[in-house]
Nanobody, 123 residues
Framework: QLVESGGRLVQPGGSLRLSCAAS????????LGWFRQAPGKEREFVSA????????RLSDSVKGRFTVSRDTAKNTMFLQMNNLKPEDTAVYYC??????????????????WGQGTLVTVSS
């Protein structure tokens, strides 16, 4: 089970850190991803992280502003979001997969999903 937290209203240019807590141990081979769905739009890939080793990948739309990290002792992944823009407004989901790294941006391969946390960027 995955549980996201940290979403809230933030002003443009502000920062926010989302958390994704996994219940149960995450074993080698899992990749955790962040996806987001803006109102009226399809869900899109934001980032992915190999749980073992910590390799990361970010979408072009957030590269340079967002970073992803993890605390293996707490089975928790974080999404640090800086310089937020109104277009970052969305429900953010974390999800887990064991698919090969080359396919981690494809949400169809993720088998476990959290309930989502709402991020609103507005003045």
């Amino acid at each position: 089970q995955l549980v996201e937290s940290g979403g809230r209203l933030v002003q443009p240019g502000g920062s926010l850190r989302l958390s994704c807590a996994a219940s149960g141990r995450l074993f080698s081979g899992y990749t955790l991803g962040w996806f987001r769905q803006a109102p009226g739009k399809e869900r899109e890939f934001v980032s992915a992280m190999k749980w073992s080793g910590g390799t990361t990948r970010l979408s072009d739309s957030v590269k340079g502003r967002f970073t992803v990290s993890r605390d293996t002792a707490k089975n928790t992944m974080f999404l640090q979001m800086n310089n937020l823009k109104p277009e970052d407004t969305a429900v953010y989901y974390c999800a887990a997969t064991k698919i090969v790294w080359s396919a981690v941006a494809n949400q169809d391969y993720y088998t476990v999903w959290g309930q989502g946390t709402l991020v609103t960027v507005s003045s």
